[in-house]
């Protein structure tokens, strides 16, 4: 396929304005894009491991949810040596690398998505304040200890942070994938029994205590959802695609 196109193509599906304005640097990191494209790489992140996997299967293109570049260019070059000297690497290599992250996070059929259809949420819609957050109803009431042994199988992770300060049964679930932990006020505006995101800080648990509201914090890891999602939207575009996933990471051990 026609790499212009197929870029152009995700470019209309998560437009780039999308992102995150100062920080989210979103488009392509390394190389260029390929006049063709017949083999695709995904994966969370690009980093040694997936670096070694790309040598031998020599994709035309990498399809990354986090951006290699998490900031202007330039000054993580200068502070980053372990960035600096794969990013030797991988142009030596010459790989192509292009990242979709706040952008694929926010729009339809995005990260978020994705976990919600995870999680067989109904009747979903985008937070009235905060469209990045997604905000729907379970099958039946849960107890809110069932729903993270539930939440934690369908988002397949190991271990979950509870916050346990809110209702007691849960049904109205609002969720957005990664470190969204300090967008909570919107899921309380939503009227939601939970929130769940990631990357919860010390001071932000103390105020949803205060608030008598319950929050659910996984690990980011959650996210390795966009290889798979990637994966059927590529499809979808042209089904002769030749794509590997890369599914490497795994969350922290719990002792």
């Known amino acids: 396929m026609n790499g212009y196109k197929l870029i152009s193509i995700l470019g209309k599906k998560f437009p780039k304005r999308i992102a995150i304005k100062y920080h989210d640097y979103v488009g392509l990191m390394t190389g260029k894009i390929p006049g063709e494209v017949n083999k695709i790489l995904l994966c969370l992140d690009y980093d040694e491991e997936v670096h070694e996997i790309a040598k031998k299967y020599k994709p035309d293109l990498v399809l990354t949810h986090h951006p290699y570049f998490y900031?202007?260019?330039?000054w993580v070059l200068e502070n980053y040596s372990f960035k600096k000297d794969l990013y030797e690497e991988i142009n030596k290599e010459g790989i192509n690398i292009f990242s979709m992250h706040t952008n694929f996070d926010e729009c339809k059929d995005g990260m978020n998505d994705a976990l919600v259809e995870a999680l067989n949420l109904k009747d979903v819609y985008c937070a009235s304040n905060y469209p990045m957050m997604r905000v729907g109803y379970l099958s039946s009431e849960m107890d809110i200890e069932d729903?993270?042994?539930?939440?934690k199988k369908c988002l397949k992770v190991n271990y979950g942070l509870l916050v346990n300060a809110g209702k007691r049964n849960i049904r109205k679930v609002a969720i957005i994938g990664g470190g969204g932990a300090n967008e909570y006020p919107h899921a309380i505006e939503e009227n939601a029994d939970i929130y769940v995101s990631g990357d919860m800080s010390h001071h932000v648990r103390r105020e949803i205590i205060s608030l008598k509201f319950n929050y659910l914090d996984l690990p980011h890891e959650i996210e390795k959802i966009f290889i798979y999602q990637m994966k059927k939207i590529l499809l979808s575009i042209e089904p002769n695609l030749d794509i590997l996933c890369v599914d490497h990471e795994k969350e922290?051990?719990?002792?």
């Not at 900031?71 to 330039?74: E, F, M, N, S």
């Open 252 to 255: 922290p051990t719990v002792l």
């Open 147 to 151: 729903f993270v042994r539930y939440a």
């Open 71 to 74: 900031g202007d260019k330039k």
